[in-house]
């Protein structure tokens, strides 16, 4: 079966210090990977989402940026944080084709406080 | 611009006492519309897929329907167990990578 882990689970940065958060999926190939913020009130907003090795759309520019290096790793950084990064940081999966591809499967999050 | 809004933001029920939760979308051409439930602290987890104006899908308590400019999730007898946020969303023919979510109905059960 698959899973997806992510972390940490709490986070917090001072500002202008640097973020890295990981997130690897176990149990498919070549999967959709996501990267999602919640902010408190907000809905959740998509900010970065991958089809393959190395590829990479961004939907919200920031000073947030995205990799994928493996298949089935994502991860999202920062160089310096703002105090407008804090927020619930969500990695998301999903498989291609009709029918797959909206259908995700979240982590447990990471709530990232920036003070 | 793709929206959707939920409403209402939070609703409290008894136990057994059936509701219906309510999502409008305006989307340039509607690829499909999703349910997800969330736990507190945790990530969404999806529930259901309506790709056509009368569709219905069913699990459980829970039924959702779809017509041209909204959804229903409609909860019957509800369970203290029901109790989470309720998030819609909506993807388009021309961003089927992108779901647009709306802000969440946050459903408490009492027993």
């Known amino acids: 079966s698959q899973t997806i882990h992510q972390w940490p689970a709490t986070l917090v940065q001072p500002v202008g210090s640097p973020l890295s958060l990981e997130c690897t999926v176990e149990?498919?190939?070549?999967?959709?990977l996501y990267w999602y913020r919640q902010a408190a009130g907000r809905g959740l907003q998509l900010l970065f989402y991958?089809?393959?090795?190395?590829?990479i759309s961004s939907e919200v520019p920031q000073n947030l940026s995205a990799s994928r290096p493996q298949d089935r790793q994502f991860i999202l950084s920062s160089k310096k944080l703002l105090l407008s990064d804090s927020g619930f940081y969500l990695c998301?999966?999903?498989?291609?084709?009709?029918?797959?591809?909206?259908?995700?499967?979240f982590g447990s999050g990471t709530q990232l406080s920036v003070l | 611009e793709d929206q959707v809004t939920q409403s209402p933001e939070a609703l409290r029920l008894q136990e057994g006492e059936s509701s219906s939760l309510n999502c409008s979308y305006t989307?340039?051409?509607?690829?499909?519309l999703f349910w997800y439930r969330q736990d507190p602290g945790k990530g969404p987890e999806f529930l259901f897929t309506?790709?056509?104006a009368g569709e219905e899908k069913e699990k459980e308590r829970l039924k959702a329907t779809l017509t041209k400019k909204e959804s229903f999730l409609h909860i019957t007898a509800p369970k203290p167990e029901d109790s989470a946020t309720y998030l819609c969303?909506?993807?388009?023919?021309?961003?089927?990578?992108?779901?647009?979510f709306g802000t969440g109905t946050l459903l408490a059960v009492q027993p």
């Open positions: 998301a999966w999903s498989l291609d084709g009709q029918g797959y591809r909206e259908k995700l499967f």
């Open positions: 149990g498919t190939s070549n999967p959709n």
């Open positions: 991958s089809v393959g090795i190395g590829q």
């Open positions: 969303a909506v993807s388009s023919w021309g961003a089927t990578n992108k779901l647009i």
């Open positions: 989307v340039s051409g509607l690829r499909g």
């Open positions: 309506l790709y056509s």
